[in-house]
Every structure is written in structure tokens, then in C-alpha cells.
């Protein structure tokens, strides 16, 4: 791949937000300081040296801003400000927009007004589903139901799956990488181990709890994801699939509650600067967690008939978060960090292979 100098790159990188890039003058403290830098990833000076050359393939075929886990070490001990942590997770919104085939996760992450028209429209779109069924609750729960499955259909098979195999071709075929078939196998489980736990994250939490938070929000909203979706929670009368709908709910709810006290307090260097993705998507993990929790009480208290605007609240944020924020916002980072750290394996153990002849 070309790595030929793109002279209008840093100001295309400063839209998603990496603020004064030209503050840095490589004195490698970052480097030093990071947990998580070791002899192939010298993150995050490497990152911003490419920035500041305006070397634009080689940032968009690397992963190494999805390895970093901001636990904000760089930015405290930058002796010019120039915040490092905050570059990765621009280089991430960046990156995540190349990955995106329809160009909206760019706007999404550059244009509030647009975003913000996005989640009007979305609003717009289910309260007429509601006013075309006569807001009769069973009507609109039925639809809810399916509507969710569907979006799920879709936007894992056209959003999500391209935006994987595009990271692929960047990353492994366009960079010629020649991988054996065993690897790919071989280096599996680094996929699913990260997916799920973020294993590499506990190296740089100083803050433990952070990282539990973390985990049992994940966690929460898969369950939740499963328990709703599949199992019907809302529908449901048995009483395991009810005490499951409440444990995750009521799981997602407080834990998305830490990371939003937190952002507001800014005692931490990982929660002073919050990005308008940021904020929304740990405020809308609460809102689902929340609105879900008071939609099954209010049915288990036979209230839900005449409080309908209750499930109306809850189907408008679970379909902004499910047409937006999952495909198009932070969300995609549940899967995007551990593919990468997965192809990151694969291109190491090719390079030693290759090394060995």
C-alpha cells in the first residue's frame, strides 16, 4: 500500500476531534508510560507521527488504535498537553467511518445537526407506527418485537459484517500479509476472549472497578439483548425469563449510571474530554436499561394499558439505538477492538513465519 503523503489528512482527522495534533514533539513519555506498548505496538507516538506526516493508508491499514484501551496514562503525563488518549479515540472514530460503506458514520460523528435530525426522524418514524395502530398497546408490541429482530438481521448483515471484512482487506490483503489457513484457526480464540472480557484492558485499569463496570454492562445488555429479543421478556409469564429481564435490566442500569458520573465529575484524565458519541452512548445503555426495567413493572402491575407512553419512550430510544448508535456510533467498538486485536495475531505470527523462511 501507498504511503504517500496526504497534505489536507490532519485536517480531515481534526473534524473527528483530535484537537491539537501539532502540540506533540515525539518525546516518547506516552510511549514510555503505556502498559500496553511492547516492541511491535509503540502506540500511541506511532499513531500521531502519522498524522502529523499525513500518512493516510498507513493509518487506515493499521489496528493499533483499536489496541489502545485509554486508560489515560499518555494524557496525564504529556508535558505538552496534547492529549495522546484523546488522538486514539479520534483515530477510532476515524477509522470507524472508513469502515462504514454508506459514509453515514461519518456524518454521524462530525455533524451534530445531522445526528441530531437522525434521532428526530427516528422519533418521527415510531410515533406514527403508534398513530397507524390506533396506539393499541398489543398492536404496538408486536411490532416492537419484531422490529427489533429485523433491525438486528439487518444491520449485523449490511453494516457491521462489511465494516469487519473491510478492517480484513485493509488491514491483511491489501497489506499483502500472507496468513496460513492453520493461524486463522489457531488464533480464534483471541477474538471471542476479547469480545467478551477486554482482557487487555485490566492491564491498564489502574482503576479496577472501571473495568468491572465495563464487563457487567457488556455483559448486561447481551443478556438483555437475548432475554427481550429472543425470549420475549415483555410477553413473557415465566417466571425465570422475568427474574432474568430484571437481574440484567437493573444490571445495565446502574453500571451505565457509573460511566455517566463519572464523565460528568471529570476527576479522570479518561473522562475529561467526552465526545458527543461518548455521551450518548452511555446515556442511551441507561435509557434502554432504565425504560425496559419501568416497562415490565408497569406490566406486572397491570398499568401498562393506561401508561402506554411508557413503552412508546422505551421502542423510541431502543430503535435510535438500533438504527444509530449501533451501526453508525461507539457501539461498533464491541466488535471492531476485538477483530482488530484478532488480526493484529494473525499479521504478528505471519511476519514471524515469514521471518523463520
Not at 318 to 334: D, M, N, R
Request: aromatic share 18%; with cysteine.
Amino acid at each position: 500500500m501507498s504511503n504517500r503523503v496526504d497534505p489536507n489528512f490532519q485536517k480531515e482527522l481534526e473534524e473527528f476531534g483530535t484537537g491539537d495534533w501539532n502540540a506533540c514533539y515525539h518525546c516518547g513519555n506516552c510511549t514510555a508510560t503505556c502498559p500496553l506498548t511492547n516492541n511491535e505496538e509503540m502506540f500511541p507516538r506511532k499513531g500521531i507521527r502519522s498524522i502529523q506526516m499525513g500518512l493516510k493508508n498507513k493509518l487506515t491499514s493499521s489496528v493499533d488504535p483499536w489496541l489502545c484501551y485509554y486508560c489515560g496514562e499518555c494524557s496525564e503525563q504529556c508535558p505538552r498537553d496534547a492529549n495522546p488518549g484523546e488522538m486514539m479515540m479520534a483515530l477510532r472514530r476515524y477509522l470507524t467511518s472508513v469502515y462504514d460503506w454508506t459514509g453515514f458514520s461519518r456524518l454521524f460523528f462530525t455533524s451534530k445537526m445531522f445526528f441530531f435530525c437522525a434521532l428526530a426522524l427516528v422519533t418521527l418514524f415510531i410515533l406514527c407506527i403508534g398513530w397507524s395502530k390506533d396506539f393499541d398497546l398489543n398492536k404496538i408490541m408486536t411490532f416492537g418485537h419484531y422490529f427489533e429482530a429485523i433491525c438486528i438481521l439487518i444491520v449485523a448483515g449490511t453494516i457491521l459484517l462489511p465494516g469487519i471484512f473491510r478492517m480484513f482487506w485493509l488491514s491483511i490483503i491489501k497489506e499483502k500479509m500472507k496468513v496460513p489457513i492453520h493461524l486463522y484457526i489457531k488464533k480464534i480464540w483471541h477474538l471471542f476472549i476479547h469480545m467478551f472480557t477486554q482482557m487487555k484492558g485490566l492491564k491498564c485499569a489502574s482503576d479496577t472497578f472501571r473495568w468491572v463496570a465495563h464487563f457487567f454492562v457488556i455483559f448486561g445488555y447481551l443478556v438483555f439483548l437475548f432475554v427481550t429479543v429472543f425470549l420475549g421478556w415483555f410477553e413473557s409469564d415465566n417466571d425465570i425469563i422475568i427474574y432474568v429481564g430484571y437481574i440484567v435490566s437493573g444490571i445495565v442500569t446502574f453500571f451505565s449510571s457509573f460511566f455517566i458520573l463519572a464523565r460528568i465529575a471529570k476527576k479522570k484524565e479518561v473522562t475529561k474530554f467526552s465526545h458527543i458519541s461518548d455521551w450518548f452512548f452511555v446515556l442511551w445503555l441507561f435509557l434502554i436499561g432504565l425504560t425496559g426495567l419501568l416497562v415490565r413493572i408497569f406490566i406486572d402491575l397491570e398499568l401498562l394499558n393506561d401508561h402506554i407512553w411508557i413503552y412508546m419512550l422505551h421502542l423510541i430510544i431502543l430503535s435510535q439505538w438500533a438504527v444509530i448508535l449501533v451501526p453508525f456510533g461507539k457501539w461498533t467498538h464491541f466488535l471492531y477492538r476485538p477483530f482488530a486485536v484478532y488480526f493484529s495475531e494473525l499479521k504478528k505470527s505471519a511476519s514471524v513465519l515469514k521471518a523463520k523462511g
